[in-house]
């Protein structure tokens, strides 16, 4: 049998024209170098040849590290029956699998569901347990620092001093109940009306919001909201959620050149928008608190209505990016208002 392919001596990256002969007893193996008009014998060595995958040069391989790659995939599997009677079944089941259209179909469906049920349940389940259970030192740490807002988004409240100790003396009986979270509640300007909570316990209010609020009880009923991300860790399991899908698409990928956390770390903050899922629990604590401390529960309906005119008004002339920036992350406030109706019920 001769095969005709390039042969790489192990020590040097210099290929040679060459054909590979093998006796019929597979004895003795010859390579014959076209260049230097010069033949190789490999007696008694053993030699591997790899798997057959699509159209690629196989290699074969002896024991010194040399090496022959030829694309003649007829002649190799020929070599490879000939060695024994069940290698062709051994040495070319990935060629066998790649070219079963059936099984790559049902590996195509198996693989997408698997990787959905990943993504939509497995990595955020596995989030929720991890934040939960991680020190609250670690979840403190965790992307929370205020400074970095204040450097990059947030500018200093342009509210009048007395109304800040206003509000703060309004929320201390509250916050006092929560001190396993520490809590504290800082006012900003420099983006519009918002409130969110950061995994080491600083609620921001920004003064567009506190403005646009009718009731000191809206302004608890938001806290409240906050109150509930931070009992549910919802900040964290978001970052850790993010991380993992990071993490799981460069597996899948290799791709790491677009991978920077520090320079994205800002957007990180804010843009990392809770779900839905996530507002919808925080809401529904919010109302519960709001029952428990007999305040209206109609307080967070009108907060929510507020917000959303506030949106309403700010995107007017602008495509409404600003109200659909706003609804991309949380319910609908005719869902929010529903979920106190039902709640009174």
């Known amino acids: 049998m001769l095969i005709e392919g390039i042969y790489l001596d192990g020590k040097t990256s210099k290929r040679h024209t060459a054909r590979l002969e093998v006796n019929n007893d597979h004895r003795v193996t010859h390579i014959h170098l076209a260049e230097q008009q010069q033949i190789l014998s490999f007696e008694h060595q053993h030699y591997v040849v790899e798997s057959r995958l699509g159209?690629?040069?196989?290699?074969?391989?002896f024991d010194d590290d040399q090496l022959f790659v030829?694309?003649?995939?007829?002649?190799?599997?020929?070599?490879?029956?000939?060695?024994?009677?069940r290698s062709s079944n051994q040495h070319s089941w990935l060629h066998r699998l790649e070219n079963n259209f059936k099984l790559i179909c049902v590996s195509t469906i198996v693989t997408a569901i698997l990787l959905y049920g990943m993504v939509i349940y497995g990595i955020p389940s596995t989030a929720k347990v991890m934040a939960h259970n991680v020190p609250n030192f670690t979840s403190a740490q965790l992307v929370s620092s205020l400074d970095i807002l204040d450097k990059t988004v947030f500018e200093a409240s342009r509210l009048p001093p007395e109304r800040q100790q206003e509000i703060r003396d309004l929320m201390e009986p509250y916050l006092s109940s929560f001190k396993s979270l520490q809590p504290k509640l800082v006012f900003r300007s420099g983006m519009k009306a918002n409130a969110l909570a950061l995994p080491n316990g600083v609620i921001v209010f920004?003064?567009?919001?506190?403005?646009?609020?009718?009731?000191?009880?809206?302004?608890?009923?938001?806290?409240?909201?906050?109150?509930?991300?931070?009992?549910?860790?919802?900040?964290?399991?978001?970052?850790?959620?993010?991380?993992m899908l990071t993490i799981?698409?460069?597996?899948?990928?290799?791709?790491?050149?677009?991978?920077?956390l520090v320079t994205g770390l800002p957007t990180l903050l804010l843009d990392l928008a809770y779900s839905r899922e996530f507002e919808i629990?925080?809401?529904?604590?919010?109302l519960t608190l709001l029952d428990k401390h007999n305040i209206p529960l109609h307080s967070f309906a009108d907060a929510m209505t507020n917000l959303e005119n506030y949106y309403l008004k700010e995107s007017e002339g602008k495509n409404n990016s600003s109200m659909n920036d706003f609804f991309s992350t949380h319910p609908k406030t005719a869902e929010r208002i529903k979920l106190v109706e039902q709640f009174k019920n």
């Open 55 to 61: 159209n690629t040069p196989r290699e074969i391989s």
């Open 206 to 243: 920004t003064d567009d919001f506190v403005n646009l609020t009718q009731a000191n009880d809206e302004l608890i009923a938001v806290l409240f909201h906050e109150l509930g991300h931070l009992t549910h860790k919802h900040m964290t399991q978001r970052v850790i959620q993010d991380a």
């Open 70 to 85: 030829c694309d003649n995939h007829d002649e190799i599997d020929k070599l490879i029956s000939w060695q024994t009677s």
């Open 281 to 286: 629990e925080a809401d529904t604590y919010a």
């Open 248 to 260: 799981m698409v460069v597996f899948i990928t290799g791709d790491v050149e677009t991978f920077d």
